[in-house]
């Protein structure tokens, strides 16, 4: 699956961690920066994955801060990305096959490297169910989107 990821400094080192895994999985993982502890902004991180999935350069987002709060805040502002800050297995694949989350938010300064690889294997692994209910409601998340939200894809 092709994925892009991203991180401020607070998520920089479990980004590192989570590309040496998404390799290991066999994904065509894009690594939108941050390239360094210096300090960074989340939503430019944000930006970064929200504009690959708009351009379809990637079918799923990863995005890690320290707490994983302001980056999930700032993706959600973009059209079309459906984010969600997941520390569980549970809500990482529901979350999917429910809602059709498409950009996984992380806080490196909340879980550990192990529990955060098997979080990402739960979304990865995770399809939208296409269930009627659950279309219905993202019809009306999708026309909320388009009622308030203003500018361009
Ligand atoms: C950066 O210090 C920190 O605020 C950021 O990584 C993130 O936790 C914001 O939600």
Avoid: W
């Avoid at 989570?18 to 065509?28: A, Y």
């Avoid at 059709?100 to 294997?121: F, H, Q, T, W, Y």
Wanted: aromatic share 6%; glycine share 10%; charged share 30%.
């Amino acid at each position: 699956m092709k994925i892009a990821i991203a991180a401020d400094h607070g998520g920089y080192r479990l980004k590192t961690v989570i590309m040496d895994f998404l390799k290991k999985l066999g994904h065509e993982a894009a690594d939108l920066g941050a390239y360094s502890e210096e300090p960074s902004d989340y939503p430019d991180s944000a930006r970064s994955v929200a504009r690959a999935l708009m351009d379809r350069r990637a079918e799923r987002g990863i995005l890690v801060c320290g707490s994983g709060v302001g980056a999930c805040i700032a993706a959600n502002k973009f059209p079309g990305i459906r984010a969600a800050l997941c520390h569980d297995t549970f809500s990482a694949h529901q979350g999917v096959e429910d809602d059709d989350m498409n950009v996984l938010c992380l806080g490196e300064r909340v879980i550990g490297p192990e529990l955060a690889k098997e979080i990402v294997s739960a979304f990865l692994a995770a399809r939208f169910s296409g269930a009627e209910r659950h279309v219905r409601r993202l019809g009306k998340v999708i026309a909320i989107e388009k009622e308030f939200m203003k500018g361009k894809d």
